[in-house]
Structure formats: structure tokens, C-alpha cells
């Protein structure tokens, strides 16, 4: 995957990362200014008003102008100066990647941008965010559960009097 090569023929100042949508060019506000697919290697997203930044509108504009050679760098292998270890977790594992630079805003050699709160060199910060955040999301979803477990009662014992209406009524007849 060609997101490095992207960045570096463009000349691109704004943020590159990959996430499940394609390779993302972008800001810390809005991170998916422009896509680019990464099966095909074309544009799949632009914002509307992207003239309005020189910067951006000169991406668009060279991307448009010659669309092989954007589908040709999306598929190159990336080659990087430096592999320096880096943690992330993904659930229950820590997973060790590789990046040029440490921290935000640079990106994993796989393109993942290193979050402050998800990344670092060290693997034992990662696992004690990995388990918080385990332990928020259980305490989550148990409220979650629990809530739904009352409005399912709620509306078991609604449904429940309504057989109980209809039972009456028919013997009425």
C-alpha cells in the first residue's frame, strides 16, 4: 500500500493516514478530506469548498491530471528510512507496529495515525490503557444491558395486559 508514496510524490502538508474508508488526507478536525480507494487507486471522496484551501485544491488538481500515476503510486511498496517499535492494543492484544517518528501526528508504517492515547514505545503503558478501557467498556455495556433489560421487562408486562384485554373482551362475546 502506497499511502507513503502518496504523501511524498504529492507533496502533501496535510495529514495522510489509511483507515477502513482508504487512504485519508485531512486535518485533526476533519481527517477524511479526500479518500482514495485502495483497492483502484482513485479519489473516492472530496468536500465541497476545497477550493478554498491552495494546498488541497493542488492535490486534487495534480491527482486529476494524471489518474495512472495515482493508481500506481497507491499500489507501490512503501519504503521507510526508520522502523522504530511502537504499541497499540486492538481488544485483548497488544500488537507492536513499526513507525519513522513516535507519536502524533505521524503514522505506523501500516498508516494508522498514533493517537496519544492509544500509541507508545512503551508496551507496558499500553497494556494498563488496553485494560482501562477494557474495564470502561464492560461498565458500559453492563448499563447498557441493564437498561435494556428493563425496558424489555417494561414491555413484556405491557404486552402481557394487552393478551390479558384481549382474553377479556372475547369472553364478553
Known amino acids: ?10 507533496r502533501i502538508e496535510h495529514q495522510v493516514q489509511v483507515t477502513d474508508k482508504g487512504i485519508c488526507i485531512g486535518s485533526p478536525y476533519i481527517h477524511d478530506i ?4 485502495l483497492d483502484r487507486g482513485e479519489i473516492i471522496r472530496r468536500w465541497e469548498g476545497i477550493r478554498s484551501n491552495d494546498h488541497l485544491a ?7 491530471a494524471d489518474p495512472l500515476k495515482l493508481a500506481e503510486l497507491v499500489a507501490a511498496e512503501d519504503a521507510f528510512e526508520r522502523s522504530i517499535p511502537v504499541y497499540t492494543y486492538e481488544g485483548g492484544d497488544i500488537i507492536e507496529k513499526q513507525c519513522e517518528a513516535l507519536g502524533y501526528p505521524n503514522v505506523t508504517h501500516d498508516g494508522c495515525m498514533q493517537f496519544e492515547n492509544t500509541f507508545s514505545p512503551d508496551p507496558g503503558l499500553v497494556r494498563i490503557w488496553a485494560i482501562d ?6 461498565e458500559w455495556m453492563t448499563e447498557m444491558v441493564e437498561r435494556d433489560q428493563r425496558e424489555l421487562t417494561a414491555k413484556v408486562e405491557r404486552l ?14
Open 1 to 10: 500500500m502506497g499511502w507513503k508514496a502518496v504523501r511524498d510524490h504529492y
Open 34 to 37: 479526500i479518500v482514495i480507494s
Open 58 to 64: 493542488r492535490y486534487l488538481k495534480e491527482m486529476d
Open 133 to 138: 478501557n477494557a474495564k470502561a467498556g464492560i
Open 160 to 173: 402481557n395486559q394487552r393478551k390479558l384485554d384481549l382474553a377479556k373482551l372475547e369472553q364478553r362475546q
